[in-house]
C-alpha cells in the first residue's frame, strides 16, 4: 500500500511559544545594536558639521547623516514591532498558563474531595458518640473512686454545739493576742539624754563657767605649789 500510495508525511509538531518569543527578543536585540551603531555614526556626523563652515562640503556631510537616520528611524520601527510582537505573545502564553494551572487545581481539589468521601465512611458517627458516653461514664466512675478514697475514718465523734463553743473561744484568744495596748507604756517612756550631764547648769561665757573631762565630768582642780 505504501508503494502504490506512498507514505504520509509526519505532522511535524506545533511551534513552541517559548521558542518563539526568544527568536523575537534575538531579533529585536540585534536590530537595536544595528541602532545603537548609527547612532555613533550620526554622532561622528554632527560632531564633524558642528565644525565645518557653509558650503558643499557640509552638504556633503549631511547628506550622509540624513541617510543615516533615515536608517535608524526604520530600524527603530521593526524593533518596535517585535516587541510589541513579543509582549502579545507573552501575554498569550501567560493567560494559557494560568488555564493550565486552573485545570490542575480543579483536578486536585476533586481528588482531594474523591479522598475526604473515602475515608469519611470509614468513620461511624453513633460510635464516636457512643465513645465520648462510655468516656464520661468512666470519668464519673473515676471521680467515685477518688472520694471514697479520700473518706476519713476513726475520727471521734463531736457535738456540733461544743465545736462552736470552742471556735467561739479560739476567737476570743486571737482577740487578746491583738490586744497592743501593752505597747503604750513603752510610747510613753523618757527618751535618752542627747546632751552631756550638767550642761545645763553651765552658763556660756561666764566667770563661773565649770570645766569638764571629755566624759563630761567636772575636772579636779589642781594644787598650786608655793
Do not use: W
Not at 143 to 158: F, K, S
Request: charged letters at 35%.
Amino acid at each position: 500500500m505504501n508503494r502504490l500510495f506512498g507514505k504520509g508525511k509526519a505532522k511535524e509538531p506545533p511551534p513552541n511559544i517559548n521558542d518563539c518569543i526568544k527568536g523575537v527578543d534575538e531579533r529585536a536585540s540585534n536590530i537595536e545594536e544595528k541602532i545603537n551603531k548609527l547612532e555613533n555614526e550620526l554622532r561622528k556626523y554632527r560632531e564633524q558639521m558642528s565644525k565645518m563652515r557653509d558650503g558643499p562640503a557640509k552638504n556633503s556631510v549631511k547628506q550622509k547623516a540624513m541617510r543615516v537616520l533615515k536608517q535608524k528611524k526604520a530600524y527603530e520601527q521593526q524593533a518596535e514591532a517585535l516587541r510589541n510582537q513579543s509582549f502579545n505573545m507573552e501575554q498569550a502564553n501567560y493567560a494559557a498558563q494560568s488555564l493550565k494551572d486552573t485545570q490542575a487545581t480543579v483536578v486536585a481539589m476533586k481528588a482531594g474531595v474523591k479522598q475526604m468521601q473515602k475515608e469519611f465512611k470509614k468513620i461511624n458517627i453513633e460510635e464516636i458518640e457512643d465513645i465520648h458516653d462510655d468516656m464520661a461514664d468512666m470519668l464519673e466512675q473515676a471521680d467515685d473512686v477518688q472520694e471514697v478514697m479520700g473518706r476519713t475514718y476513726g475520727m471521734p465523734e463531736v457535738d456540733d454545739d461544743e465545736l462552736e463553743a470552742e471556735l467561739d473561744a479560739l476567737g476570743d484568744e486571737i482577740a487578746l493576742d491583738d490586744d497592743t495596748s501593752y505597747l503604750d507604756d513603752v510610747v510613753k517612756a523618757p527618751s535618752a539624754p542627747d546632751r552631756e550631764p550638767g550642761a545645763d547648769s553651765l552658763v556660756p561665757g561666764g566667770k563661773n563657767t565649770i570645766e569638764t573631762d571629755e566624759f563630761g565630768l567636772p575636772k579636779v582642780p589642781t594644787s598650786v605649789k608655793t
